[in-house]
């Protein structure tokens, strides 16, 4: 998987975090979930939900979820 950062004209600076880079050397970190991961005793699936709360991916793996999610956020010009 690649790492990308994206630098915005304020300074600010976001990206999927990983530790391959460490984040802290460029200054205070501001830290927020693009999305989390719970399981669905109904359904008895893994799912994936964006900050409006929107499913946007299900799977009965959870590991399959986080690759997913990876994989999608890191994917995107505005993670």
């Known amino acids: 998987m690649k790492t990308v950062l ?3 004209p304020d300074g600010t600076i976001t990206g999927l ?3 391959i880079i460490d ?3 460029l200054g205070r970190l501001i830290i927020q979930r693009a999305s989390s ?3 669905d005793n109904p359904c ?3 799912r ?3 900050r409006n709360g929107k499913c946007i991916h299900a799977s009965a793996s959870r590991n ?3 690759n997913w999610e990876a994989d999608y956020f890191s994917n995107r ?3």
């Open 6 to 8: 994206c630098f915005r």
């Open 37 to 39: 991961i719970e399981f």
């Open 77 to 79: 010009e505005e993670p």
């Open 64 to 66: 399959d979820c986080l």
């Open 48 to 50: 994936v939900f964006d």
């Open 17 to 19: 975090y990983t530790e």
């Open 44 to 46: 008895q699936l893994w």
């Open 23 to 25: 984040l802290a050397d």
